[in-house]
């Protein structure tokens, strides 16, 4: 049996400073796109199994606003609530983080305040 394989690659560009001017990404899942594609930041979580820790790098470019990252952030919410939910089937938990994700969607102003019941 033959081994799939699919490459992400990310490429980041740094001022003097090191600070990211211009992130992008490509990957070889996309073949209707397969030129790299621009992004104004990225997560990357790895868990490490030796060591049962999460390694992280965070980036985004000096361009991104905070209405932008807040949206980021939001949707990356919604999605930690998804992707936990499909792998532990955890309904309970992972419908606390995304009733969390609600909360900080409204308090950021991403989506409209709920009445309260």
Same mark, same amino acid.
């Given at each position: 049996?033959?081994? =799939? $394989?699919?490459?992400?690659?990310?490429?980041? !560009?740094?001022?003097?400073?090191?600070?990211?001017?211009?992130?992008?990404?490509?990957?070889?899942?996309?073949?209707?796109?397969?030129?790299?594609?621009?992004?104004? !930041?990225?997560?990357?979580?790895?868990?490490? $199994?030796?060591? $049962?820790?999460?390694?992280?790098?965070?980036?985004?470019?000096?361009?991104?606003?905070?209405?932008?990252?807040?949206?980021?952030? /939001?949707? =990356?919410?919604?999605?930690? !609530?998804?992707? /936990?939910?499909?792998? =532990?089937?955890?309904?309970?938990?992972?419908?606390?983080?995304?009733?969390?994700?609600?909360?900080?969607?409204?308090?950021?102003?991403?989506?409209? $305040?709920?009445?309260?019941?």
């Amino acid at each position: 049996m033959s081994e =799939t $394989k699919s490459e992400i690659k990310i490429n980041v !560009a740094l001022d003097d400073d090191k600070i990211p001017e211009s992130i992008h990404w490509q990957s070889t899942d996309n073949p209707e796109n397969a030129n790299q594609q621009e992004c104004k !930041a990225f997560l990357l979580s790895i868990f490490d $199994k030796d060591h $049962k820790d999460t390694l992280r790098i965070d980036l985004w470019t000096k361009e991104m606003q905070v209405s932008e990252m807040d949206r980021f952030v /939001y949707f =990356t919410l919604r999605g930690i !609530a998804e992707t /936990y939910h499909k792998a =532990t089937n955890n309904t309970e938990l992972a419908n606390q983080i995304g009733k969390f994700s609600e909360f900080f969607g409204e308090e950021s102003g991403i989506l409209p $305040k709920t009445e309260p019941q």
